[in-house]
């Protein structure tokens, strides 16, 4: 009799009922996904894993009972949303080297963090207090990882004038950058002779190429933000972005390259995103100019959804997933102006 497998849990049962599956082709370019976004959902999985969708998420389903990936679920309101994956056990890992990937390219130390950390233990109602820290941890990394997802499938949809060919997050990016101290005197602000140190920590770092132009790559830096700070701290931010970028040009030195296109945040809502972008005009960020370094948008236009037909019946589907070269559009907006910039112009 066929073991029916368990979704929310897995035991020496499911363990056994699945061991006789071999990894393949597609088991393995499942788990490099996964190890490339760190964490990523089932809607992504199946759109940047050549394949079908069915058969997509048996291997899914398989790698997830044999322990050699995670997931877990949010839950809003009484109803859980998508699984999310990630890995957490070093096996996976091993199998992509033993098939030609090479080990300094794998994050070992992170897979080893993420078993510690057991996000799985976000559906575990014991554990639910506890976890919330976690929580919020998670929902920001979906956030970089929807917008890396976009991106890799806008660019796929370019019929190859656009390529993203480079992708970076984490912990490799964190630096940190002298700046002038300042001081509030007599109404103004003004930078004394002593200094400090911010850190430089962006979300993400990429890089857009156009390999049937001439044209230079373009290379951004990317903030997923979640409202979690007010407009003084997160302006902390960006005023490390400047003083890295454009007053020390330390982006030549730590990624070797000539010119950073734009520092990108992506932020919860439209209020928000207008909040910051007037925000990003302060003198405390850039001096007296406000600088068209600093690109604005809101999340809504990533999750909003749209009527989709198919199969005689229309579903609901996130703009993100139905139209993801939205986000290289004219919808990103700098504190100069009303002016709207994509992020191939």
Same mark, same amino acid.
């Given at each position: 009799?066929?073991?029916?497998?368990?979704?929310?849990?897995?035991?020496?049962?499911?363990?056994?009922?699945?061991? *006789?599956?071999?990894?393949?082709?597609?088991?393995?370019?499942?788990?490099?996904?996964?190890?490339?976004?760190?964490?990523?959902?089932?809607?992504?999985?199946?759109?940047?894993?050549?394949?079908?969708?069915?058969?997509?998420?048996?291997?899914?389903?398989?790698?997830?009972?044999?322990?050699?990936?995670?997931?877990?679920?949010?839950?809003?309101?009484?109803?859980?949303?998508?699984?999310?994956?990630?890995?957490?056990?070093?096996?996976?890992?091993?199998?992509?080297?033993?098939?030609?990937?090479?080990?300094?390219?794998?994050?070992?130390?992170?897979?080893?963090?993420?078993?510690?950390?057991?996000?799985?233990?976000?559906?575990?109602?014991?554990?639910?207090?506890?976890?919330?820290?976690?929580?919020?941890?998670?929902?920001?990394? +979906?956030?970089?990882?929807?917008?890396?997802?976009?991106?890799?499938?806008?660019?796929?949809?370019?019929?190859?004038?656009?390529?993203?060919?480079?992708?970076?997050?984490?912990?490799?990016?964190?630096?940190?950058?002298?700046?002038?101290?300042?001081?509030?005197?007599?109404?103004?602000?003004?930078?004394?002779?002593?200094?400090?140190?911010?850190?430089?920590?962006?979300?993400?770092?990429?890089?857009? *190429?156009?390999?049937? *132009?001439?044209?230079?790559?373009?290379?951004?830096?990317?903030?997923?933000?979640?409202?979690?700070?007010?407009?003084?701290?997160?302006?902390?931010?960006?005023?490390?972005?400047?003083?890295?970028?454009?007053?020390?040009?330390?982006?030549?030195?730590?990624?070797?390259?000539?010119?950073?296109?734009?520092?990108?945040?992506?932020? +919860?809502?439209?209020?928000?995103?207008?909040?910051?972008?007037?925000?990003?005009?302060?003198?405390? +960020?850039?001096?007296?100019?406000?600088?068209?370094?600093?690109?604005?948008?809101?999340?809504?236009?990533? +999750?909003?959804?749209?009527?989709?037909?198919?199969?005689?019946?229309?579903?609901?589907?996130?703009?993100?997933?139905?139209?993801?070269?939205?986000?290289?559009?004219?919808?990103?907006?700098?504190?100069?102006?009303?002016?709207?910039?994509?992020?191939?112009?």
């Amino acid at each position: 009799m066929q073991h029916r497998l368990k979704k929310y849990g897995r035991d020496q049962n499911s363990l056994n009922a699945v061991a *006789s599956r071999q990894i393949t082709t597609t088991s393995l370019t499942v788990i490099a996904t996964i190890h490339d976004y760190r964490i990523i959902p089932t809607s992504l999985i199946v759109r940047l894993v050549p394949g079908h969708e069915k058969n997509i998420q048996r291997h899914l389903q398989q790698l997830y009972h044999k322990g050699l990936v995670n997931r877990f679920a949010f839950i809003r309101g009484k109803n859980p949303s998508e699984f999310y994956y990630y890995l957490d056990n070093t096996e996976a890992l091993e199998l992509l080297v033993l098939n030609g990937v090479e080990r300094d390219r794998l994050e070992f130390e992170e897979v080893r963090r993420n078993r510690e950390k057991r996000y799985c233990d976000v559906n575990d109602p014991k554990r639910t207090e506890e976890m919330q820290g976690r929580l919020l941890f998670l929902k920001h990394e +979906v956030m970089i990882s929807r917008f890396h997802g976009m991106l890799e499938l806008a660019c796929a949809a370019s019929n190859g004038s656009v390529q993203l060919t480079n992708f970076e997050q984490g912990p490799k990016l964190w630096n940190k950058v002298e700046v002038p101290k300042l001081s509030f005197r007599n109404g103004a602000w003004v930078e004394l002779d002593g200094t400090e140190h911010l850190p430089h920590r962006p979300d993400a770092f990429f890089t857009l *190429s156009f390999p049937n *132009s001439d044209r230079e790559d373009l290379h951004f830096f990317y903030e997923a933000d979640r409202h979690r700070t007010d407009t003084n701290k997160y302006n902390k931010k960006l005023r490390a972005h400047f003083h890295f970028v454009v007053k020390q040009k330390r982006h030549r030195e730590f990624y070797e390259i000539q010119r950073v296109r734009a520092v990108l945040t992506e932020t +919860v809502d439209d209020e928000w995103a207008e909040r910051l972008r007037q925000a990003a005009g302060h003198v405390t +960020v850039s001096g007296s100019k406000a600088s068209p370094l600093f690109w604005f948008t809101t999340s809504r236009l990533f +999750v909003e959804e749209v009527l989709v037909q198919g199969n005689g019946r229309a579903r609901a589907l996130p703009m993100h997933l139905q139209n993801p070269d939205i986000v290289i559009r004219k919808i990103w907006a700098s504190p100069v102006n009303d002016t709207l910039h994509s992020l191939i112009d």
